[in-house]
């Protein structure tokens, strides 16, 4: 079946370590998202990429990094520079975006990080 | 700042009946808004989306409703199952010049709204 594959479920950073979530799509989505969950919030936009090779920062994108170097995966990692990783992250795709049509995202299970 | 908001943080209804879940928008130059349903542990799952142009979008037991003059959005589900108590969120995509050329929408999320189905 189509869709967006997160790993690992569940990850565990140490002190001054960086870490890398993967997502993988098999979609033939253009568009891929990255966003960081806080409990008891909504979703905020670390980076998104609207093509391959191509990466832009979303609101939240101090502390993390991202490549996009294949159409169906966008990796991301988060720096030892993140002060407060322990979130749920959540990973998206949707189709190229066209004026006055719908194109809903799509998320993975997510990846939760938490600090050792 | 532009925020997405929801009225109630927790809803709680009877097996059976009709849930409304509703959204404040402020951003008036948003053209599109999703509602999506997350389960616990899960990614949030795409229920209905509807344009600006529209006021009313059904689905199978979903209806969303737009009402653009108060900037108000609201979600009802049909015949409530314990299978529907999950966190909603509703998301709006604000038109963002740097962007309008390429593939990707920003979408702004609500902080979320937790159904609780009662038996």
């Known amino acids: 079946d189509g869709g967006i594959t997160q790993s690992p479920k569940y990850l565990f950073r140490k002190e001054g370590q960086n870490v890398t979530l993967s997502c993988e799509q098999n979609l033939n989505h253009d568009a891929m998202y990255w966003y960081r969950q806080d409990p008891g919030q909504g979703l905020r936009l670390i980076y998104y990429s609207q093509i391959v090779n191509d990466f832009q920062k979303g609101d939240i994108a101090e502390g993390y990094s991202v490549s996009r170097e294949k159409k169906e995966s966008f990796p991301l990692t988060v720096t030892s520079a993140q002060k407060n990783p322990t979130a749920f992250y959540l990973c998206?795709?949707?189709?190229?975006?066209?004026?006055?049509?719908?194109?809903?995202?799509?998320f993975g299970d997510g990846t939760r990080l938490s600090i050792l | 700042g532009e925020s997405v908001g929801l009225h109630l943080p927790t809803l709680s209804v009877q097996e059976g009946d009709n849930s409304i879940i509703n959204c404040a928008y402020s951003n008036s130059a948003s053209d599109y808004f999703i509602w999506y349903k997350q389960e616990s542990g899960k990614g949030p799952q795409f229920i209905i989306d509807i344009r600006s142009n529209m006021d009313k979008r059904q689905g199978q037991r979903v209806t969303v409703l737009l009402n653009k003059t108060v900037k108000h959005l609201s979600l009802q589900i049909a015949a409530t199952q314990p299978g529907d108590s999950a966190v909603y969120f509703c998301?709006?995509?604000?038109?963002?010049?740097?962007?309008?050329?390429?593939?990707?929408?920003?979408?702004?999320f609500g902080s979320g709204t937790q159904l609780t189905v009662l038996p």
């Open positions: 998301a709006e995509n604000p038109l963002r010049p740097s962007i309008s050329s390429g593939s990707a929408r920003q979408l702004t």
């Open positions: 998206a795709s949707s189709t190229p975006h066209r004026a006055n049509s719908n194109q809903p995202q799509h």
